[in-house]
């Protein structure tokens, strides 16, 4: 319908201006009618569901009908003790309570980064551009489409510059359509040929224009395709997968060993039913199920965490390979400088020809001013630019000299333009100069010089030969050597408006005028942040289409480019035999004047010696690179849509430090899963070693059921969850990237799972058989309940730190206080409160009692850190050996 009305006709039924957009007032009340830009999310669990969900686990259901079948024999033999089997199902409702807590957690995480990487776009309200959020928009907006901008709604375009759009998403043509706003169409025209309109998902991958959106949400076309529907499913990390496998084969092992618990139970004439309970209640406490849960709520928070310190994770994968990142490779502009350019250098072909910046005018900066698409604002007589910072500076400047663009564009009229683009490094403007048209293209020294003809000095116009072609070369590298940016400005003035806008038909045979020298200083921090990354193992190269001169002088002032480093042009990349170059990649540091093609070849050759390459990007061009990058960073102020749409991570500040951080703090993420694992399964191996070797040296079972699913409940969740919570260790950035190969359980994990938990598992036992020979079994149970408890509790300030707990800090970790304070507070309510001593079928110890218990469950603490003392004995021999060797060596 839209397609088939005049512009006049669409203004007057949406009821909008497009030249001051709409009113708040009227957004709000729109936004009430119409609800958000979204398309429907896919229906919510009831919690319900979600509840009954939590027992759909085959051991959890046998406990269930253990406990049923142990009320109905107790009934049978005439007494009225349920209480066992009251107990165990409490516990285990509670339990599937605590499991829907968690999911909720994780699922809110889930739901604030999927806030946090909605798309934005710029509108026209109130006579004012501004960004909001995708989902903010109504329709009646007044919408700025840009090169690499995801469109955000239906919409009709209003006006338009070279524009295409790629909108394979809904017609499945990849080819580029070129749009056109001017023109009416017949009401049924299909969407691949509806070329006055653009609509949501599509991709504007050339020029620039501005639209009217006419529908949101779920009225627009792709709201109307079943197949776009969008999930709430998160994906499951290579992490969560290896854990889930890992689970089945401990569950498995584990059923294993209850089964045999169970026959030797029998074999020691223990009644049947309360050995089925026992090793059905260990199995249930011992398999670690929850391990994944556990896992995304760590992941999640974690992703929360450094969305506050500016990084947003697009896909949770991401996290896990960030900590084993070996190469970055960033771009300099606004990631390793300020992206705050200012021009300090105007040169015309005259070897004195520094230009005075007190003239009132300049034919080189003005030109340059109107060759831009910078929006300009004023407050209070101060022009607030906004867009390309190259640009800005470029207007920025002008202003100062006395002119501004809108005068500019005042007195010679834009009528058209060739947008800028990476592959051929220009950018052109159409100004209507009287009867004739004036073509003004900025861009590339040594490109554009190629597109003159002739150059213009002093009022006058010349041949441009082969000396001043020379000279404006040894301009360019002596600014260059400067670190300073440079672009070359030239024009011409034609009769008529050109038939076709494109580079081969426009820009040639041109007149040029000057060079225009700016500078972006290194943003602050960055340098030591690329110290940072040598000291961790991580390679950064710098990756520009900057003159080599400018990359190497930057780089070098950075710390990128040492000593025996190599740099290198695309065009030299070019010429490089194929396997010479990856060969010797990790040579380079600096490429420069490279395109994206070139971005994929040094990504994949950085990978082809085993490295996990971070690489960063902004363009819609940069996508092929950040999708082969095994992490693409995207910038969040001057990113494209399309680059933060291919990319795993979003810098919303565009700052490389803030990239280390992201290093930083994936590594930490990965090595608190670590730990949270390595408690769990230790903690579980404790349970069965105390059950298992019980019954083998011939006692009866240390501890009931009940009492075991009491001890799984309060020692589980909580720690594993605060360990997961730990800041950076003080060396995490002095450690060697990870190998992503190796398993989570190498470097002696699993020996220590397996010694720690024999160790919980043998203390235990010592209390139980304290407690058993000198007070009784009860009083043994007692002792066994206690401890078991306070020594999980405990162990997990051992798992902190390879460092011993006191040079790691105590108290540090708040979280693990907390739930450490809340377990044991816990676990001696039911040891002291008759009422709660009598469930768990307990008794009162005396102090003696406490005392040995309490000196038994504290013996982990005591183990560990002489084994942690031996360590740094041994590592310390090592160092100094190393050193020793070094110095012989030398």
């Known amino acids: ?219 627009t076309k792709v709201g109307k395709i079943a197949k776009m529907i969008i999930t709430n499913e998160a994906p499951e990390t290579p992490i969560q997968r290896k854990l889930s496998e890992v689970g089945k084969t401990l569950g498995l092992a584990c059923l294993g060993i209850c089964a045999l618990i169970f026959f030797i139970g029998i074999i020691k004439r223990i009644p049947p039913i309360e050995m089925f309970m026992t090793s059905v209640g260990l199995a249930v406490a011992a398999i670690p199920e929850g391990l994944p849960a556990i896992v995304t709520i760590v992941l999640s928070i974690g992703v929360t965490k450094m969305a506050k310190k500016n990084s947003i994770i697009r896909k949770l994968p991401a996290v896990e390979t960030l900590g084993s990142s070996s190469v970055i490779c960033s771009d300099k502009t606004g990631t390793l400088t300020q992206n705050k350019m200012q021009v300090v250098e105007v040169l015309t072909p005259n070897i004195n020809s520094a230009i005075n910046k007190k003239e009132k005018s300049n034919l080189t900066i003005e030109l340059a001013t109107m060759c831009t698409d910078v929006e300009i604002s004023y407050d209070d007589g101060k022009a607030n630019v906004s867009g390309d910072p190259t640009e800005v500076a470029i207007v920025e400047e002008c202003y100062k000299l006395g002119v501004t663009k809108k005068s500019l564009y005042n007195q010679f009229e834009r009528v058209g333009d060739i947008p800028f683009d990476s592959s051929r490094k220009m950018m052109t403007t159409i100004h209507k100069i009287g009867d004739r048209y004036r073509i003004i293209t900025k861009g590339a020294p040594d490109i554009l010089i190629k597109k003159c003809s002739k150059y213009y000095l002093n009022d006058q116009i010349s041949s441009l030969g082969t000396s001043i072609i020379r000279l404006i070369e040894q301009q360019n590298e002596k600014m260059a050597e400067k670190a300073l940016r440079v672009i070359a400005v030239a024009y011409k003035d034609v009769d008529a408006l050109p038939i076709k806008l494109e580079s081969n038909y426009v820009e040639n045979d041109l007149i040029f005028t000057g060079l225009i020298g700016m500078i972006d200083p290194p943003r602050e921090g960055v340098k030591e942040a690329i110290a940072t990354c040598r000291k961790a ?164 079972s240390p501890l009931l059921a009940i009492q075991l699913l009491w001890i799984n409940l309060i020692t589980d969740s909580l720690p594993a969850i605060a360990l997961g919570l730990e800041n950076p260790e003080k060396n995490i950035m002095s450690e060697k990237p990870r190998n992503p190969k190796k398993s989570i359980f190498s ?76 377990g044991a507070f816990l676990q001696t309510i039911v040891a002291v409160v008759p009422q709660f001593a009598q469930i768990f079928k307990l008794t009162n110890l005396t102090g003696k009692q406490w005392l040995y218990t309490i000196g038994i469950s504290f013996t982990p603490i005591i183990l560990i850190e002489i084994q942690k003392f031996v360590n740094q004995l041994k590592f310390g021999k090592i160092i100094r050996k190393e050193n020793t060797n070094k110095a012989i060596t030398a």
């Open 1 to 219: 319908m839209w397609q088939a009305l005049n512009l006049s006709e669409v203004k007057q039924k949406l009821k909008t201006n497009y030249q001051y957009g709409l009113t708040n007032e009227e957004v709000d009340k729109r936004f009430q009618e119409c609800g958000e830009n979204k398309l429907e999310d896919k229906p919510k669990e009831s919690l319900v569901v979600k509840f009954f969900k939590q027992f759909n686990d085959f051991m959890i259901i046998i406990l269930i009908i253990a406990a049923i079948v142990s009320a109905l024999i107790e009934k049978m033999q005439g007494s009225n003790d349920y209480l066992d089997s009251i107990i165990i199902i409490a516990i285990v409702v509670f339990n599937a309570i605590m499991g829907i807590i968690q999911e909720a957690k994780a699922e809110k995480s889930l739901e604030a980064l999927k806030k946090m990487t909605a798309p934005v776009v710029k509108v026209r309200r109130e006579g004012r551009i501004r960004q909001i959020k995708s989902n903010e928009l109504v329709p009646g907006d007044i919408v700025i489409l840009e090169a690499g901008n995801f469109v955000p709604a239906d919409c009709r375009l209003i006006s338009s510059y070279n524009l295409k759009a790629e909108e394979s998403s809904l017609t499945g043509e990849t080819v580029p359509v070129e749009k056109n706003a001017s023109i009416i169409l017949e009401e049924k025209t299909g969407i691949g040929d509806c070329f006055n309109m653009v609509f949501a998902t599509t991709v504007i991958v050339n020029g620039h224009g501005e639209a009217v959106v006419t529908e949101t949400g779920m009225n």
């Open 537 to 700: 193992g991580i390679k950064t190269v710098m990756i520009t289409g900057d003159h080599i001169t400018t990359a190497n002088a930057i780089a070098t002032e950075l710390g990128i480019l040492k000593k025996n480093d190599l740099s290198i042009t695309g065009a030299e990349l070019d010429r490089l035999p194929k396997t010479e170059f990856k060969n010797n990649i990790m040579k380079y540091s600096v490429f420069a004047r490279v395109t994206p093609e070139h971005k994929v070849e040094i990504v994949k050759a950085f990978q082809g010696t085993g490295a996990v390459v971070a690489m960063t990007g902004d363009g819609v061009t940069d996508a092929p690179a950040l999708k082969n990058a095994d992490i693409g960073i995207a910038m969040g102020q001057n990113g494209t849509d399309v680059a933060k749409n291919a990319a795993d991570m979003v810098l919303t500040d565009d700052n490389f430090v803030t990239i280390v951080e992201a290093v930083k703090y994936g590594r930490t993420i990965f090595n608190n899963i670590k730990k949270a694992i390595h408690f769990l399964i230790a903690t579980n191996v404790g349970e069965i070693v105390t059950i298992f070797l019980g019954l083998l040296i011939g006692m009866r």
């Open 747 to 822: 470097d002696g994990l699993w020996g220590r799972i397996i010694v720690e938990g024999s160790m919980i598992g043998i203390l235990n036992l010592l209390a139980f058989t304290i407690g058993k020979s000198y007070y009784g079994l009860e009083v043994g149970r007692t002792m066994a309940f206690i401890s078991l408890g306070l020594s999980e509790l405990i162990h997990s300030f051992n798992i902190r730190s390879e460092e011993s707990i006191f040079k790691a800090g105590l108290f540090e970790n708040k979280y693990l206080i907390m739930a450490f304070l809340g």
